[in-house]
């Protein structure tokens, strides 16, 4: 038995028209689909997201090599600098009897005995 006309079953014809014509996505069902995968995205934690937003390693390093130069500027200020202390101490805000290590916050004890 032999057949005359088109196979209604091959499939490179059916391929062929699906081709020809693809289906398209709407732009509001594309709006849709993007908004639910974004909803379902895990957020990232605090610091990671902090670390991202200064810059990654190289601007945390930055950060730190300045946060340790004030900080040794403030404890030991240059020679050339004008001590606020010494400003202080002229005005006569400070007592004669008053530590000046109070005022640094630092309190230690040099003299022993």
Sequence with gaps: MKMTGPDPFDLEDLLAAARAAPPRLSDAAAARVLDSALAHQPRAALWPRLLRAIGGPVGLGG???????????????????????????????????????????????????
């Design 63 to 113: 950060l730190v090599a300045a946060t340790v130069a004030g900080a040794w500027i403030g404890i030991a200020p240059p020679a050339d600098r004008l001590d606020p202390l010494a400003l202080l101490d002229r005005a006569g805000v400070l007592a004669q009897d008053q530590e000046l290590t109070g005022l640094y916050s630092l309190s230690w004890d040099l003299e022993e005995g």
